[in-house]
């Protein structure tokens, strides 16, 4: 091992690992080397109808990229996230919910969510919903949003789940293009002692949209909301009229599961589609080895269900696997920066797993508010979302593990549906601020910007990966052709993440961030088009390119250079003005952080503009700018660089 730090796992994580060191090694090797033989008996975990004798068949060849696993199988995924779970299971609890505000909790057992969701599917049947219908979600943080994805996946229904954060908007665009004819929803969301005006905002996304024939409202907060008749069901009466009997539809596991929309370099969010029998075989199994869960432990994924991270990790993978998954609806400084800790305790939490930018925002509040609490139950804390800085990887270890508990960084995607490079608790040492090493099946490499192979073992460059793994995405809905150019144009025969990254001399991996105009803002993905996009649709607004800056709690900050329709003055209130507008347009997680108002922006002579220059400004580093003797205007550059915000 190189002089790095490097932890190695403690004897409690070895002495009870599910995978050894070595184990990893021939599984890995054998999972790389055969795959239709490994995939084949890792499916034996779930429950089939009929048990798929196809295994793989799939192809990243430019143009006809295909991607079929257990081709011929049939199955339900609600059947084997509940029923399977009945006989064996039935009274633990499925899901602990620890609401906003301290003191108020629930939960739901095995019996208990099976039997919600058998009422829930019989509301959507009875509302009309048919196998391969698209259901759009837009609910918070509440048991009753896993019913309702899991209630879809009963019948058969494809759900599109859309993160409570966003705007009307964001919603019509995404119901639009899914063609989702009813919306699950909630009056309202809480969230740090706020309200989210849940049904508000679909209700003016419906006033842009034809086709949503139905609207059901789950009660939360219990304040008054607009209901047109005809359109909006309380969903607390449509319940009252069903019986809790609903066969588990068989499914093909190619069959769609759930479509969630993502952010890209160019254009609108895309919507990433995965499928039944691949989706859940790996959501569980890396939900099982790279948390070693065991059954009976208490498992706490902080993230929304409104992301991958909720999907995968918070329902489907944790359920499948017979585990007790909370969920927490709040936020991690409400009332205070303990709040965590308190929930870890309250709940005898083993495993805990939440993002960089959380954990950064809490080591900025002080050490006292995790030091004060020793959290006996942890073992195991997960890391996702965003490369994390090695302090702050150091600081989780410390205080919050107090160092005993193993630091497990995922790197994953929306489209890999799972893990792709992450330790294996009990097997693999950890570095911090390195993912480590590939999961099962997971063949990385190392390519240059110009697509040479890096086969050495260190190596910088470009992430991509080799073959198909079963949780990879099958396409974008209803677009192939752009799930195609977007994945597999760029370097062809493979799959491209977008990411940046260094392999060392160990074979470990360390993302260093997006390469494309995708910014993570706080875990949250963005394209830099989309609030270009924005900007430019306010009335004052000429031109907009935006960037992003390294940002010390959010990773990365939104940068925004606008030029201004002639005869505007660009000032404070402006800027303000700007912000409430792309906050409305997006969401609150696309809140510009800096504007600069430039009056010209750095362009090439065929007009393109040169974000590289753009970046270097926004991150105050402007000694460097490289060649811009191709600009049209050079001058403009000294204005930029003048009037930048960013000091
Ligand atoms: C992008 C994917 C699936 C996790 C939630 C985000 C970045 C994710 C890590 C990590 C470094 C990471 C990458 C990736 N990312 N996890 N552990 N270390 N970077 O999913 O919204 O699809 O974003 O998040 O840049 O491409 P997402």
Request: hydrophobic share 35%; with cysteine; aromatic share 10%.
């Amino acid at each position: 091992m190189s002089e790095q730090l490097v932890f190695q796992p403690s004897a409690a994580a070895i002495a009870r690992t599910h995978v050894t060191k070595t184990q990893y090694e021939s599984m890995y090797a054998r999972s790389v080397s055969d795959p239709n033989g490994f995939w084949a008996e890792q499916a034996k975990r779930l429950d089939w109808v009929q048990f798929p004798t196809k295994i793989k068949n799939t192809s990243f060849a430019y143009p006809d990229v295909s991607i079929k696993w257990f081709e011929d199988g049939v199955l339900n995924v609600s059947y084997n996230c509940l029923d399977r779970h009945l006989e064996t299971r039935g009274d633990q609890t499925a899901i602990v919910w620890e609401g906003d505000t301290p003191g108020t909790d629930g939960k739901a057992t095995y019996r208990e969510l099976h039997d919600r969701v058998c009422r829930f599917a019989n509301v959507l049947k009875a509302n009309g919903v048919k196998k391969g219908d698209r259901v759009t979600i837009y609910m918070p943080m509440v048991i009753d949003t896993a019913v309702a994805m899991l209630a879809c996946t009963r019948i058969g229904a494809v759900h599109s789940v859309i993160f409570g954060g966003f705007s009307p908007d964001s919603i019509a665009g995404r119901v639009i293009d899914c063609g989702s004819k009813i919306i699950l929803t909630a009056d309202e969301g809480r969230r740090g002692g706020k309200t989210i005006a849940l049904k508000k905002n679909v209700d003016e996304a419906l006033a842009k949209t034809e086709g949503v024939e139905k609207v059901i409202v789950v009660k939360v907060t219990g304040n008054p909301v607009n209901m047109v008749e005809g359109r909006d069901i309380w969903y607390h009466d449509a319940v009252a009229t069903v019986d809790a009997d609903c066969p588990p539809e068989p499914m093909n596991a190619e069959d769609p599961l759930f479509i969630l929309y993502t952010s890209g370099s160019t254009g609108k969010p895309k919507g990433v589609l995965h499928t039944t029998g691949g989706y859940l075989v790996y959501g569980s199994l890396t939900h099982q080895l790279s948390f070693d869960y065991r059954n009976g432990e208490v498992y706490w994924c902080t993230a929304d269900v409104g992301w991958i991270t909720g999907h995968t990790y918070i329902v489907y993978g944790p359920l499948a696997n017979g585990a007790t998954t909370l969920m927490f609806e709040g936020v991690p400084t409400y009332p205070d920066a303990s709040r965590f800790w308190q929930v870890v305790e309250k709940h005898n939490v083993n495993i805990f797993h939440t993002a960089p930018t959380a954990i950064r925002s809490l080591m900025g509040a002080g050490s006292e508010y995790a030091d004060k609490y020793p959290m006996p139950s942890l073992r195991l804390l997960g890391t996702v979302g965003e490369p994390i800085n090695p302090e702050a990887w150091t600081w989780y270890r410390t205080h919050v593990g107090k160092d005993r508990c193993e630091i497990v960084d995922c790197w994953w995607q929306t489209e890999t549906g799972g893990h792709m490079i992450a330790p294996f608790p009990g097997a693999i040492a950890t570095k911090p601020g390195s993912a480590t090493v590939p999961f099962f099946g997971v063949q990385p490499v190392v390519l240059s910007p110009e697509g040479r192979i890096q086969e050495q073992t260190k190596a910088e460059g470009v992430l991509a990966i080799k073959d198909s793994w079963p949780g990879q995405m099958r396409s974008i809905y209803g677009d192939h052709q752009r799930f195609v150019e977007t994945y597999f144009t760029q370097y062809k025969g493979y799959y491209f993440t977008g990411d940046g990254c260094r392999r060392d001399e160990d074979g470990y991996y360390w993302i260093t961030g997006r390469v494309d105009d995708v910014l993570n803002v706080s875990g949250h993905r963005l394209g830099t088009a989309e609030v270009e996009s924005a900007l430019v649709s306010h009335p004052k607004v000429s031109e907009a390119a935006v960037v992003g800056y390294p940002h010390d709690l959010k990773g990365q900050g939104i940068y925004c250079y606008v030029t201004l329709m002639a005869g505007e003055a660009g000032d404070d209130a402006l800027k303000a003005e700007l912000r409430t507008w792309v906050r409305k347009e997006i969401g609150p997680i696309a809140t510009p952080d800096l504007i600069q108002f430039a009056p010209g922006l750095p362009k090439t002579r065929s007009g393109k503009i040169m974000r590289r220059i753009l970046r270097k400004v926004a991150e105050n580093d402007f000694g460097t700018l490289g060649d811009t003797s191709t600009l049209a205007d050079p001058a403009v550059v000294n204005d930029l660089i003048e009037n930048r915000q960013n000091r």
